[in-house]
């Protein structure tokens, strides 16, 4: 399993494009992945035969572990740089055996996948007879044992991007002192702004945008992460926007949103968002953003104590806009009003220059026709 970057350790098999016995070339791709934060195609690195492969649909694989093994042709056109050289003067070729299942302190012994598969199926270990050599216990061993369970709940695994999602708001919540703070505003200047702007209806989170970028720019601390007890101030703004998939919330990032027009900035988030439905986005535009807006009325949510993604210190979240009585000149109307909310990092935005920027952002909203 190669290194693919961004830190990610392991992936899932989602499905092989090829079988044992079959020709391959270089560069042909064999498997499709899924890591933490998209799938992948891996391709071969040489030409030859498939005679094995190590790893399954549905199994998860570490990097460094084997994916398959490729016997070379006779015919490529590598030079061996030692086949010049006498029989006698070759060093012997090293073939490295795959790992021996692991005892540690008197546990049952098991490759580390089996024992993964046997967590996440919720099975006792303890109560396994392994069939493999030396009593290991074998993957199959793990799928034919009798899930027990005294509520008989049934445990489904998470998917990958569940897990991920799981990992990072669980690190956020532990380590970020949040602070949520609330208001509500009027929408009718933004609503009339949306549908007038264009051709067709802007994305709102590209008229968000538009109001949060200059106060970005005016208040650093929000475009900025707590990072080895200091403030680390990015140098450009690089908008998260939090995309509603069937995989799960998938954050896309708009890089130097800063330097785009607001039509630009429309067609780039509408461009990543239908990426990230059809799975084809890439690590690059799903990473590193810097501030993050959420449209959760898009799905008919009000008020939230939104998230802060880590790595950085806050996010805002804007809610459906709803008719409602509002007071107008002393006098009882009926006014388009919608819910903003911003959480924030407390160790670096302290209640007032949080207070400070959601109003000003507010205002921007309410006043941008």
Same mark, same amino acid.
């Given at each position: 399993?190669?290194d693919?970057?961004?830190?990610?350790?392991?992936?899932?098999?989602?499905?092989?494009?090829?079988? =044992?016995?079959a020709?391959v070339?270089?560069?042909?791709?064999?498997?499709?992945?899924?890591?933490?934060?998209?799938?992948?195609?891996?391709?071969?690195?040489?030409?030859?035969?498939?005679?094995?492969i190590?790893?399954?649909?549905?199994?998860?694989v570490?990097?460094g572990?084997?994916?398959?093994?490729?016997?070379?042709?006779?015919?490529d056109?590598?030079?061996?740089?030692?086949?010049?050289?006498?029989?006698e003067?070759k060093?012997?070729? !090293?073939?490295?055996?795959?790992?021996?299942?692991?005892?540690?302190q008197?546990?049952?012994?098991?490759?580390?996948?089996?024992?993964?598969?046997?967590?996440?199926? #919720?099975?006792?270990?303890?109560?396994?007879?392994?069939?493999g050599?030396?009593?290991?216990? !074998?993957?199959?061993?793990?799928?034919?044992?009798?899930?027990?369970?005294?509520?008989q709940?049934? =445990?489904?695994?998470?998917?990958? !991007?569940r897990?991920?999602i799981?990992?990072?708001?669980?690190?956020?919540?532990r380590?970020?002192?949040?602070?949520?703070?609330?208001?509500?505003?009027?929408?009718?200047?933004?609503?009339?702004?949306?549908?007038?702007?264009?051709?067709?209806?802007?994305?709102?989170?590209?008229?968000?945008?538009?109001?949060?970028?200059?106060?970005?720019?005016?208040y650093?601390?929000?475009n900025?992460?707590?990072?080895?007890?200091?403030m680390a101030?990015?140098?450009?703004?690089?908008?998260?926007?939090?995309?509603?998939?069937?995989?799960?919330?998938? =954050?896309?990032v708009?890089?130097?949103?800063?330097?785009?027009? !607001?039509?630009?900035?429309?067609?780039?988030?509408?461009r990543?968002?239908?990426?990230?439905?059809?799975?084809?986005?890439?690590?690059?535009?799903?990473?590193?953003?810097?501030?993050?807006?959420?449209?959760?009325?898009?799905?008919? #949510?009000?008020?939230?104590?939104?998230?802060?993604?880590?790595?950085?210190?806050?996010?805002?979240s804007? #809610?459906?806009?709803k008719?409602?009585?509002?007071?107008?000149?002393g006098?009882?109307a009926?006014?388009? =009003?919608?819910?903003?909310?911003?959480?924030?990092?407390?160790?670096?935005?302290?209640?007032a220059?949080?207070?400070?920027?959601?109003?000003e952002?507010?205002?921007?909203?309410?006043?941008?026709g």
């Amino acid at each position: 399993m190669p290194d693919i970057g961004e830190g990610l350790t392991e992936a899932e098999i989602l499905k092989w494009f090829v079988d =044992v016995g079959a020709a391959v070339e270089v560069d042909q791709i064999l498997v499709e992945v899924e890591t933490a934060k998209t799938v992948v195609e891996i391709p071969s690195p040489f030409s030859g035969t498939i005679t094995s492969i190590h790893a399954h649909a549905g199994e998860t694989v570490e990097v460094g572990e084997i994916l398959f093994i490729v016997d070379g042709d006779a015919t490529d056109t590598i030079a061996d740089p030692i086949d010049d050289q006498p029989a006698e003067a070759k060093p012997a070729k !090293t073939i490295v055996p795959s790992p021996e299942p692991i005892q540690v302190q008197g546990r049952p012994r098991m490759m580390p996948i089996v024992r993964r598969l046997a967590n996440e199926k #919720g099975i006792d270990i303890s109560t396994i007879v392994g069939s493999g050599a030396g009593g290991a216990i !074998t993957r199959a061993d793990v799928e034919s044992a009798p899930i027990e369970s005294a509520s008989q709940q049934d =445990v489904e695994p998470l998917s990958r !991007t569940r897990q991920t999602i799981a990992d990072h708001m669980a690190k956020s919540w532990r380590t970020i002192p949040h602070v949520t703070i609330q208001a509500e505003m009027r929408a009718e200047e933004m609503m009339s702004r949306r549908a007038s702007e264009a051709e067709k209806p802007l994305p709102l989170e590209a008229l968000v945008a538009e109001a949060t970028i200059p106060l970005l720019q005016t208040y650093p601390e929000f475009n900025s992460a707590f990072v080895d007890g200091g403030m680390a101030v990015r140098r450009h703004i690089d908008l998260g926007f939090a995309v509603d998939t069937e995989a799960g919330l998938i =954050v896309v990032v708009v890089k130097k949103a800063d330097e785009l027009s !607001t039509l630009d900035l429309a067609a780039e988030f509408e461009r990543l968002a239908r990426s990230a439905q059809e799975r084809t986005i890439t690590l690059a535009e799903i990473t590193d953003q810097s501030f993050t807006i959420s449209n959760i009325g898009a799905l008919g #949510g009000g008020h939230g104590t939104p998230i802060i993604p880590f790595g950085t210190s806050s996010i805002v979240s804007i #809610g459906r806009a709803k008719k409602q009585a509002v007071v107008e000149n002393g006098e009882l109307a009926i006014g388009l =009003v919608a819910p903003i909310d911003l959480s924030y990092d407390h160790r670096l935005i302290d209640g007032a220059l949080g207070q400070r920027f959601l109003s000003e952002l507010t205002t921007q909203l309410e006043t941008m026709g």
